[in-house]
């Protein structure tokens, strides 16, 4: 067997060996994501935080984090946000943390790095969100996002499609098989994108470069992390796969959060929807959140916290 063949060989075993470790997750997120689309749409979302306006930029991150929608499903929402004339700091904070992660996302990345990790990284979603909320809140008041939205706003917001009971069952099945498909296929590309990458680069690269006690290793994944147009469930696999090459656990972290917040779908829906004020925003908090909790998680790893 010559020496391609053997990489790719030896590529595959790593992919098959992390597969067979987290295929409980993988069904799992299947299920759950399976479930949260039949009950819960980019309709319902919208019409929540219509009746959840005082609460304004948290009821927004937790209706981001809570729901499983993908850039599209996102940009409807936030397109009935704006619809009910709602203000941009509640609509920051959505367009912030809904890339980032969901409930299947959690589990997910639960089987892949463990539950410290996933439930640092899911908290990191939801304090990027509300703190880009918060930063919109008080550029609002000084008139900064004045006249960033793409189009004009009207009175009413789109209304809830019903959901027949009697269809519920046979969705339910129909969605989650298409998610497992679609988890699946994300694994197994991006994981072995990343375990290839592992196998041809010198072993010692990722530790020299992003790996713990390298100072500039954080900083440097999070800005590396934005033209990787990954959504999370690409970015996952190939994270895991830089962690075992040696990268450091705070720079996974903020590989993630910039990978999946600046992905092409989402900058792209954020493009349609508002002006470039409010996207170099989001993307401004994304980034310097990325290097600030990537270096924090580092932190917490070195004093034998998580």
């Not at 759950?32 to 304004?56: C, E, M, P």
């Not at 027949?164 to 699946?184: C, K, N, V």
């Not at 004020?277 to 959140?289: D, I, N, T, Y």
Request: hydrophobic letters at 55%; aromatic letters at 10%.
């Amino acid at each position: 067997m010559n020496a391609l063949a053997q990489l790719l060989v030896q590529t595959a075993s790593q992919v098959w060996a992390t597969l067979v470790n987290n295929w409980p997750f993988l069904v799992a997120s299947a299920l759950l994501t399976g479930l949260i689309q039949v009950y819960v749409d980019q309709h319902k979302v919208a019409g929540f935080l219509q009746r959840h306006r005082k609460s304004g930029v948290v009821a927004a991150t937790t209706a981001a984090v809570g729901t499983p929608l993908c850039s599209c499903g996102t940009t409807a929402v936030v397109l009935g946000m704006m619809a009910g004339m709602m203000p941009w700091a509640p609509v920051i904070a959505f367009m912030i943390a809904s890339p980032l992660t969901s409930p299947q996302e959690l589990l997910y990345s639960a089987g892949l790095f463990g539950w410290p990790f996933a439930l640092t990284f899911f908290i990191a979603s939801i304090l990027l969100g509300v703190m880009g909320g918060m930063l919109a809140h008080l550029l609002e008041r000084h008139g900064w996002l004045a006249g960033q939205a793409r189009f004009r706003p009207v009175e009413k917001a789109p209304a809830a499609t019903p959901i027949r009971p009697a269809s519920s069952g046979r969705r339910f099945w129909r969605e989650t098989a298409t998610a497992g498909r679609r988890l699946l296929v994300f694994f197994l590309v991006f994981a072995y994108l990343g375990y290839l990458l592992n196998n041809l680069i010198p072993p010692e690269w990722v530790p020299a470069l992003f790996g713990e006690g390298q100072t500039h290793g954080v900083a440097l994944a999070a800005v590396l992390g934005i033209p990787f147009y990954f959504n999370t469930e690409a970015s996952l696999p190939l994270a895991r796969a830089l962690l075992d090459g040696g990268m450091s656990s705070g720079a996974v972290l903020a590989f993630l959060i910039t990978g999946a917040g600046t992905s092409i779908g989402a900058i792209a829906g954020m493009t349609t929807i508002a002006r470039w004020r409010v996207v170099g925003l989001v993307l401004a908090v994304l980034l310097v959140g990325a290097a600030a909790l990537g270096y924090a998680y580092n932190g917490l790893v070195a004093a034998g916290i998580v």
